[in-house]
């Protein structure tokens, strides 16, 4: 069964750090976190390929965050600090079994998607 498995949600105080994490239950070529706040469009936060671990970060989320890999899990990891109330959001995984003409952060290019996970940045 193909299925992306999300955890690492939570409630965190502004500064404060969280790790998410995406499990993947079949070889994938890429996979990426989107996020979505209330009324506000779904956007790529970050990407990173299986294969050579060649990663692209979102302009807000640089120095702040970090991706990886554990190829051995099938698993991704979104490291992020110094969390600001503007990260508030569902966080979702998404991977792609091959690459894609559409760009890392167009949501049409991934085929598979997680049940999302909350993050809210709050005092």
């Known amino acids: 069964q193909v299925q992306l498995v999300e955890s690492g949600g939570g409630l965190v105080q502004p500064g404060g750090s969280l790790r998410l994490s995406c499990t993947a239950s079949f070889d994938y070529y890429r996979i990426a976190w989107f996020r979505q706040a209330p009324g506000k469009e779904r956007e790529g936060v970050s990407c990173?390929?299986?294969?050579?671990?060649?990663?692209l970060l979102k302009d807000s989320a640089k120095g702040r965050f970090a991706i990886s890999r554990d190829n051995a899990k099938n698993t991704v990891y979104l490291q992020m600090n110094s969390l600001k109330p503007e990260d508030t959001a569902v966080y979702y995984c998404?991977?792609?079994?091959?690459?894609?003409?559409?760009?890392?952060?167009?949501?049409?290019?991934?085929?598979?998607w997680g049940q999302g996970t909350q993050v809210t940045v709050s005092s």
């Open positions: 998404a991977a792609q079994s091959i690459a894609s003409p559409y760009g890392w952060n167009d949501g049409r290019a991934y085929r598979y």
């Open positions: 990173i390929r299986s294969g050579d671990g060649l990663y």
